[in-house]
């Protein structure tokens, strides 16, 4: 096997909207808040629908297959990373998520670095990421008791086609009228502080463990990937159907790669295997597949394991 194609899981939490339905074309029911493309997490399990592995879940497939990951996944328990398509109709919560260490020992599952890749945002939207100065453990403690957290924290505004990279600790949250991909580890542990008013639990005594309290650059780089970590490379795929309407590669014994589709339509090839891809697919090439190719006008993610 070489190419499968997914299925994602989808939540309807209660800051999502309907562009991954109506855009995207992901069957998430009347509100889609993620579409989880490239998941074998228990909360959320992607489904292969083609070949001989059709209905399967990609857990159980890799499972029974842990060749199909590729040698660089050796060195983890289980599946590394979980790719996911984020709609925020609204502000999601301000949140930190905790480091592999703190995780294993508090949540019995990883902890969680991240990267985001802004596929479309409203004017003037924006992302909170890290702090706008040095602040105490203290004075953490006491603008979330007082609501005034916000003050003190970066405020990013941000356009399509914007990179971050969120270390594990980094206090952050997505703004309203941003759609994104995000890249991450294989986890589904956030400790939430601020929460624009829901009645939503709060996690502050953890939250205060993990966070780094000193503002760091969270900026993507361009070059030579958009985002590289011990979990996942990430690189970006354009075709504008004319002058570059064709890119190959080939995927090794040693790493699978993942194809997220942003947008457009085109063809994807591995060995034999050949399907017309558009707008919201996702596809996930087995490690020793071989040589493959896009052609078309489209744009895409692809990520690999270091």
Same mark, same amino acid.
């Given at each position: 096997?070489?190419?499968?194609k997914l299925k994602p899981a989808c939540k309807d939490? #209660?800051?999502?909207?309907?562009?991954?339905?109506?855009? $995207?074309?992901?069957?998430?029911?009347?509100?889609?808040?993620?579409?989880?493309?490239?998941?074998?997490?228990?909360?959320?399990?992607?489904?292969?629908? =083609?070949?001989? $592995?059709?209905?399967?879940?990609?857990?159980?497939?890799?499972?029974?297959?842990?060749?199909?990951?590729?040698?660089?996944?050796?060195?983890?328990?289980?599946?590394?990373?979980?790719?996911? $398509?984020?709609?925020?109709?609204? =502000?999601?919560?301000?949140?930190?998520?905790?480091? +592999? +260490?703190?995780?294993?020992?508090?949540? =019995?599952?990883?902890?969680?670095?991240?990267?985001?890749?802004?596929?479309?945002?409203?004017?003037?939207?924006?992302?909170?990421?890290?702090?706008?100065?040095?602040?105490?453990?203290?004075? $953490?403690?006491?603008?979330?008791?007082?609501?005034?957290?916000?003050?003190?924290?970066?405020?990013?505004?941000?356009?399509?086609? +914007?990179?971050?990279?969120?270390?594990?600790?980094?206090?952050?949250? #997505?703004?309203?009228?941003?759609?994104?991909?995000?890249?991450?580890?294989?986890? =589904?542990?956030?400790?939430?502080?601020?929460?624009?008013?829901?009645?939503?639990?709060?996690?502050?005594? %953890?939250?205060?463990?993990?966070?780094?309290?000193?503002?760091?650059?969270?900026?993507?780089?361009?070059?030579?990937?958009?985002?590289?970590?011990?979990?996942?490379?990430?690189? %970006?795929?354009?075709?504008?159907?004319?002058?570059?309407?064709?890119?190959?590669?080939?995927?090794?014994?040693?790493?699978?790669?993942?194809?997220?589709?942003?947008?457009?339509?085109?063809?994807?090839?591995?060995?034999?295997?050949?399907?017309?891809?558009?707008?919201? +697919?996702?596809?996930?090439?087995?490690?020793?597949?071989?040589?493959?190719?896009?052609?078309?006008?489209?744009?895409?993610?692809?990520?690999?394991?270091?």
């Amino acid at each position: 096997m070489a190419i499968w194609k997914l299925k994602p899981a989808c939540k309807d939490y #209660v800051w999502g909207g309907r562009r991954l339905v109506d855009e $995207f074309g992901i069957d998430g029911g009347e509100i889609c808040a993620e579409a989880w493309m490239l998941s074998a997490h228990p909360d959320g399990v992607s489904t292969i629908v =083609n070949g001989s $592995f059709a209905g399967q879940t990609l857990a159980d497939a890799l499972k029974n297959h842990a060749e199909f990951l590729g040698t660089n996944c050796r060195r983890f328990g289980e599946f590394p990373i979980l790719i996911k $398509f984020i709609d925020a109709k609204e =502000n999601l919560s301000v949140q930190v998520h905790p480091s +592999d +260490d703190y995780a294993l020992a508090h949540e =019995n599952q990883l902890g969680k670095n991240e990267m985001w890749y802004v596929i479309d945002a409203e004017e003037n939207s924006r992302l909170y990421c890290g702090f706008n100065r040095k602040i105490s453990r203290n004075e $953490f403690a006491a603008r979330i008791k007082e609501n005034s957290l916000v003050e003190v924290l970066k405020a990013v505004t941000v356009h399509k086609g +914007d990179t971050f990279f969120i270390p594990a600790g980094t206090i952050h949250a #997505v703004g309203e009228g941003i759609l994104l991909a995000e890249i991450q580890q294989s986890s =589904n542990v956030s400790y939430r502080v601020f929460d624009y008013g829901r009645n939503r639990p709060l996690h502050i005594a %953890k939250a205060l463990d993990v966070t780094n309290l000193t503002p760091i650059d969270t900026r993507g780089k361009s070059y030579p990937h958009l985002a590289a970590c011990d979990y996942f490379v990430v690189d %970006k795929l354009n075709l504008d159907g004319k002058i570059f309407s064709r890119a190959s590669g080939t995927v090794s014994d040693e790493t699978f790669l993942s194809v997220l589709i942003l947008g457009g339509d085109g063809e994807i090839s591995c060995g034999d295997e050949k399907f017309s891809l558009r707008k919201g +697919d996702s596809f996930f090439l087995t490690a020793g597949a071989g040589d493959w190719e896009i052609c078309g006008s489209c744009d895409a993610l692809l990520t690999t394991m270091p």
